[in-house]
Nanobody, 115 residues
Framework: VQLVESGGGLVQPGGSLKLSCAASGFTFSSYAMMWYRQAPGKEREWVAS????????NYASSVKGRFTISRDNVKNTVYLQMNSLKPGDTAVYYC?????????WGQGTQVTVSS
């Protein structure tokens, strides 16, 4: 099983980034997918989730209206489009696959929002 995040980097406040998480080794289309983030010195926090078929999405209040989660069940990939980025969005971003009691995590990708 592998979840590999990519797309992180350094961006100025107000800018945009699109993260990707490529999955392999399990039936991707059967799993809900989530994005989490962890800032230095803080606990990991949930950011967004999408149902297995992609019909239902949910967002943390801190990112609602700025971030969009989506998935492609043909490419086995989940995305996080991040707009209007703020310094407070600086963190390592992780994707997670969840089905019942089974979960998998990626290794994370760093997002830094700074001028």
């Amino acid at each position: 099983v592998q979840l590999v995040e990519s797309g992180g980097g350094l961006v100025q406040p107000g800018g945009s980034l699109k993260l990707s998480c490529a999955a392999s080794g399990f039936t991707f289309s059967s799993y809900a997918m989530m994005w989490y983030r962890q800032a230095p010195g803080k606990e990991r926090e949930w950011v967004a989730s999408i149902s297995s078929a992609g019909g239902t999405t949910n967002y943390a209040s801190s990112v609602k209206g700025r971030f969009t989660i989506s998935r492609d069940n043909v490419k086995n990939t989940v995305y996080l489009q991040m707009n209007s980025l703020k310094p407070g969005d600086t963190a390592v971003y992780y994707c997670k696959a969840l089905r019942g009691g089974t979960s998998y995590w990626g290794q994370g990708t760093q997002v830094t929002v700074s001028s």
